[in-house]
Nanobody
Framework: QVQLVQSGGGLVQAGGSLRLSCAASGRTFSSYSMGWFRQAPGKEREFVARITWSSGTPRYADSVKGRFTVSRDNAKNTGYLQMNSLKPEDTAIYYC??????????????????WGQGTQVTVSS
């Protein structure tokens, strides 16, 4: 059984920074991509960012470009989401997910095989 364990959420003031971690726990697995999604109250889950595991190629939602940076440590099977210049509208539960196959769009929640438990990020004004 593979689990994704998240950490790093919390409460920050607007303009502040936060770094989320997503560590694979349990049996080792190969991942094509690690994605980050968020779900705000009353909103659908939306794509935030993703990174391919091999090349480290990032992709971001327009809403977070220039503010968020996604990275990964292949040896540790851990992904990171560095969030800077946080805004109140970034408030949401953030989820990490791992995708084992290159098939399917990495912005689609349905193509991911494993999901983290989610962590709350709250940005106050």
């Amino acid at each position: 059984q593979v689990q994704l364990v998240q950490s790093g959420g919390g409460l920050v003031q607007a303009g502040g920074s936060l770094r989320l971690s997503c560590a694979a726990s349990g049996r080792t697995f190969s991942s094509y991509s690690m994605g980050w999604f968020r779900q705000a109250p009353g909103k659908e889950r939306e794509f935030v960012a993703r990174i391919t595991w091999s090349s480290g190629t990032p992709r971001y939602a327009d809403s977070v470009k220039g503010r968020f940076t996604v990275s990964r440590d292949n040896a540790k099977n851990t992904g990171y989401l560095q969030m800077n210049s946080l805004k109140p509208e970034d408030t949401a539960i953030y989820y990490c997910a791992a995708k084992s196959s290159p098939v399917g769009a990495t912005t689609d929640t349905n193509v991911y095989d494993y999901w983290g438990q989610g962590t709350q990020v709250t940005v106050s004004s």
